[in-house]
């Protein structure tokens, strides 16, 4: 077999094995294609957890999780009523595809990125080797410098193709790395044009792709190399719109749900911002706490992969040299550390956070009622997730003992982008409201004040929430049919 066959064999059958949930999900076939390939790195994750408690070969597990899915799916079809997702036109199709593919096409230089290749196919490698072999890996003290504590989605979905595609090919790990990021990415632009999609359609689609373009803003090189934070990133910032932004989430929480999950599975600062914005949420979502606990299945996922890991002797670099005495008491050697950590993240985002600000404020001085009458929920929420990657960020450099210069130079260009996410996701949903005046397409403006049309869906509230007087649109509900006004 060809390398070239092996590498378009791998990327299809990523596609092709999630497609049926990714249906479930949605609804509709393009966009499956859409999410299919998270569906399939969740699948594999889970796999590596069984194999990892039960023993055996990681495709004995892989076969079995997707037959269940591919048997079991026919049968949900039929019982759970069929409630398409909204913007699923050819058109919206490739208005989010087709301006991600240039810059894609980085996909076909040489795969020789140092931490692709030491971390993420390390661990790919040994997930081939049977549940025994990972066990005993995930102990071993000569590979604690690959952070075998990392969580398993990117790592997993490469070893599934490389049980399918013998040969342990770097091209095959890296076209199916870069699918993966292609998938989250895209699925930030359709958050995107959920969150939007009651403004006019090229205005919605225009804001879709300035956002999902903003993934290659720090550090375009890791994109489509097999690093993963474009692939956590992305997908976290995607559910935190679907989830703070959108009026009334909980109707159907499920992609939102699916994004956490794939946040929380591929990298520990994705687990950890997973359960800030599940917190998040679930404040937001006060008055139906009875529907916020799937919110929390991401954060136990996630902790259930760090317990184990744990259990079998894996080593977390961070956690290993955190010296709580001395952050405690302030030593000056740990917080001398902070202000060239802060000056690092400024070089990298600060013009593009400064000028997203400045917008934000404005914005919300003069189109409060506006954005009220839009259905959009407060732009404040965006920003309390990043004060808290803020900070999250900031303590990861303080605490360690890695020499800080170097840790910065080799790290933050990657670490920063969901800073520029939020910038220009918040940015892009203040100029929609602007073009648009708070008029929405195929629904009637709201009046700046009012009783809430839907008693038992309740506005956001929390941090300077804005009160939700807009009615929610059809394409939000759960039982609504969407119209071709919407669409």
Same mark, same amino acid.
């Given at each position: 077999?060809?390398?070239? &066959? /092996?590498?378009?064999?791998?990327?299809?059958?990523?596609?092709?094995?999630?497609?049926?949930?990714?249906?479930?999900?949605?609804?509709?076939?393009?966009?499956?294609?859409?999410?299919?390939?998270?569906?399939?790195?969740?699948?594999?994750?889970?796999?590596?957890?069984?194999?990892?408690?039960?023993?055996?070969?990681?495709?004995?597990?892989?076969?079995?999780?997707?037959?269940?899915?591919?048997?079991?799916?026919?049968?949900?079809?039929?019982?759970?009523?069929?409630?398409?997702?909204?913007?699923?036109?050819?058109?919206?199709?490739?208005?989010?595809?087709?301006?991600?593919?240039?810059?894609?096409?980085?996909?076909?230089?040489?795969?020789?990125?140092?931490?692709?290749?030491?971390?993420?196919?390390?661990?790919?490698?040994?997930?081939?080797?049977?549940? /025994?072999?990972?066990?005993?890996?995930?102990?071993?003290?000569?590979?604690?410098?690959?952070?075998?504590?990392?969580?398993?989605?990117?790592?997993?979905?490469?070893?599934?193709?490389?049980?399918?595609?013998?040969?342990?090919?770097?091209?095959?790990?890296?076209?199916?790395?870069?699918?993966?990021?292609?998938?989250?990415?895209?699925?930030?632009?359709?958050?995107?044009?959920?969150?939007?999609?009651?403004?006019?359609?090229?205005?919605?689609?225009?804001?879709?792709?300035?956002?999902?373009?903003?993934?290659?803003?720090?550090?375009?090189?890791?994109?489509?190399?097999?690093?993963?934070?474009?692939?956590?990133?992305?997908?976290? &910032?995607?559910?935190?719109?679907?989830?703070?932004?959108?009026?009334?989430?909980?109707?159907?929480?499920?992609?939102?749900?699916?994004?956490?999950?794939?946040?929380?599975?591929?990298?520990?600062?994705?687990?950890?911002?997973?359960?800030?914005?599940?917190?998040?949420?679930?404040?937001?979502?006060?008055?139906?706490?009875?529907?916020?606990?799937?919110?929390?299945?991401?954060?136990?996922?996630?902790?259930?992969? @760090?317990?184990?890991?744990?259990?079998?002797?894996?080593?977390?670099?961070?956690?290993?040299?955190?010296?709580?005495?001395?952050?405690?008491?302030?030593?000056?050697?740990?917080?001398?550390?902070?202000?060239?950590?802060?000056?690092?993240?400024?070089?990298?985002?600060?013009?593009?956070?400064?000028?997203?600000?400045?917008?934000?404020?404005?914005?919300?001085?003069?189109?409060?009622?506006?954005?009220?009458?839009?259905?959009?929920?407060?732009?404040?929420?965006?920003?309390?997730?990043?004060?808290?990657?803020?900070?999250?960020?900031?303590?990861?450099?303080?605490?360690?003992?890695?020499?800080?210069?170097?840790?910065?130079?080799?790290?933050?260009?990657?670490?920063?982008?969901?800073?520029?996410?939020?910038?220009?996701?918040?940015?892009?949903?203040?100029? &929609?409201?602007?073009?648009?005046?708070?008029?929405?397409?195929?629904?009637?403006? /709201?009046?700046?004040?009012?009783?809430?049309?839907?008693?038992?869906?309740?506005?956001? @509230?929390?941090?300077?929430?804005?009160?939700?007087?807009?009615?929610?649109?059809?394409?939000?509900?759960?039982?609504?049919? &969407?119209?071709?006004?919407?669409?």
């Amino acid at each position: 077999m060809t390398p070239m &066959v /092996a590498v378009l064999g791998a990327v299809l059958l990523v596609i092709l094995a999630g497609l049926p949930v990714g249906y479930l999900l949605l609804r509709d076939l393009r966009l499956a294609l859409l999410v299919a390939p998270l569906v399939t790195g969740l699948t594999a994750t889970v796999s590596v957890i069984l194999m990892l408690v039960g023993g055996g070969e990681l495709w004995w597990w892989l076969l079995l999780l997707f037959a269940v899915q591919w048997a079991a799916t026919p049968v949900l079809l039929r019982k759970v009523p069929r409630v398409p997702a909204p913007h699923r036109s050819w058109a919206d199709l490739l208005w989010l595809a087709v301006p991600l593919l240039p810059p894609f096409l980085m996909v076909f230089l040489p795969p020789v990125q140092w931490d692709s290749n030491s971390i993420w196919w390390l661990h790919a490698a040994y997930f081939t080797r049977g549940g /025994a072999m990972v066990r005993e890996y995930l102990g071993l003290y000569s590979i604690n410098i690959t952070h075998p504590d990392y969580p398993p989605l990117a790592s997993a979905t490469v070893a599934g193709a490389w049980t399918v595609f013998h040969g342990y090919g770097f091209y095959v790990a890296q076209f199916v790395s870069a699918t993966l990021s292609f998938s989250s990415i895209v699925t930030l632009g359709y958050a995107v044009r959920v969150v939007t999609g009651r403004a006019p359609a090229l205005v919605s689609r225009l804001a879709a792709v300035a956002v999902a373009i903003a993934a290659w803003a720090t550090n375009s090189g890791a994109v489509a190399s097999g690093y993963v934070d474009p692939l956590w990133a992305t997908a976290f &910032v995607a559910a935190a719109l679907l989830l703070l932004i959108r009026p009334d989430p909980l109707r159907r929480p499920l992609l939102a749900v699916l994004l956490m999950a794939v946040a929380a599975f591929t990298k520990n600062e994705g687990l950890v911002m997973a359960a800030v914005l599940a917190a998040l949420a679930t404040i937001r979502a006060h008055r139906s706490l009875r529907r916020a606990w799937v919110l929390w299945l991401p954060v136990a996922g996630g902790l259930v992969w @760090s317990a184990l890991a744990r259990h079998f002797g894996a080593k977390s670099d961070i956690a290993s040299q955190v010296d709580i005495g001395s952050v405690l008491h302030g030593d000056p050697q740990v917080y001398d550390r902070l202000p060239p950590t802060l000056a690092a993240i400024w070089g990298w985002v600060g013009t593009i956070v400064a000028v997203s600000v400045v917008t934000a404020v404005l914005s919300g001085l003069t189109l409060r009622r506006q954005r009220r009458a839009f259905g959009l929920g407060s732009d404040l929420w965006l920003w309390v997730v990043g004060v808290a990657y803020l900070g999250i960020l900031s303590m990861t450099y303080v605490v360690s003992t890695n020499p800080i210069r170097w840790y910065l130079n080799t790290s933050i260009s990657r670490v920063t982008l969901p800073f520029a996410l939020l910038s220009v996701a918040s940015a892009a949903c203040w100029a &929609v409201v602007a073009v648009t005046g708070g008029r929405t397409r195929g629904v009637r403006a /709201a009046p700046a004040a009012g009783p809430h049309p839907l008693p038992a869906s309740p506005p956001p @509230s929390g941090p300077a929430a804005a009160p939700d007087d807009s009615p929610v649109p059809e394409e939000l509900g759960a039982g609504a049919g &969407v119209t071709s006004a919407t669409r």
